[in-house]
């Protein structure tokens, strides 16, 4: 059967990676809560099958849904948005590809983090665009520059992709990263488009701020945001984008046309999410336990710091951890724990060339599968390391005879 270029440039790899690990093998390359959706919502989406609501919605969502993101974004980001401002839209990943079709002619440029949520590159191509990437530096702990964003820009750059709190770096920008990045998005003409889905996951001092809610940067971004992450409601495929009226319009057509509508339950799931009180204890204790296991991450990569280091995550779920004092790479590392300790993590170049020292290490699972998992590939790399070691004395002995 024909295939389209498009199709066929696709990498299955990432999809590949974390979907086909062995049985019995320690995942931590999870993308997801590991917690389950809360008892509340699941009551309210049963309610919402039962009276019936199981057909399309409008393209944009049901209006109390978008009435209940407008105010939490009021109240929550500062950011003020007319409900008809607000697409909900299958996942924030939904949000995303169509933002990148809204914003993008072929031959067009979109700057992105080097590294960043390996989706990016691939839905700017798919819309036609080049990614152009911002290198961000583990020498300055992946602080984010005008310097290197202007850097990286070029006439045709139209679009810049911001992610904050970050996958897969766990960093989150400060006001004065954002306020840089604000100045030369102006300066460029570009727009931002801030994916703020873990948002939520959060660790003390630091705190997320939208890129949105900077003195005049309401009408240069489409905010995305969605229910997967601090609502732990990843299966249900409810996200949004927030953006002014006449690229939400154009947003809500591009979704009509391709996706119909995010599903009519999942949205009476998300409705009760962002309603009901309880949420937010329920996202509390989540991050309550996230942080323990990052705590658990950390300790570990202290422990072994002849072989891996990192800093700690500032956000997310996920350790961004250079395995370079191995004297392996993060694509080697990652098959070595696979093969040798039977721990999966995901390797860092899928995230950008910036990544290849790197891999990615996801601690939404239980204590004990963190604690085991981290133990058995701290214990990989230290043996590698050794062996690496061995060898280059070797050849230095030999290089001397
Ligand atoms: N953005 C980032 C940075 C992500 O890591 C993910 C999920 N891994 C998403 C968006 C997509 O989330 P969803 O489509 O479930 O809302």
New binding site residues.
Partial sequence: MHLSNRASKISEEPFFIALNLPPGVLRLTG??PDFPSATFVLEAASRAMTDGQTHYTAPAGIIPLRQGIARKLKEENKLSYDPNEIVVT???????GLALLAMIDPGEEVLLPDP??F?YATLVELAGGIPKRVALDVKDGFTIHASSIEKAASQKSKALIL?SP??PMGRVFSRSELEEVAGAAERLSLTVLS?E??EKIVYPPHSHVSIGSLSGMRDRTIV?N????GYAL?GW???YAAAPIEISRKLESLLGYTLVCAGSVSQYAALEAIQNPKSREYTRKMVEAWTRRRDIVMRHVYENSTVVSANPPEG?FYGWVDVSGSGLDGKHAASLALEKAKVGVMPGNLFGEGGRNHVRISFATSDDIVEEGMKRFCNVLTVASKVNNDNRKLTHVEQIK
Avoid: C, L, Q
Avoid at 226 to 229: C, I, P, Q
């Fill in positions: 993308g997801e299958p996942g924030s990943s939904g949000a995303v960043a949520w989706h992610n970050s996958n994916d889905i873990y995305v969605g229910f997967s992450k990843m495929r409810v996200g997310t």
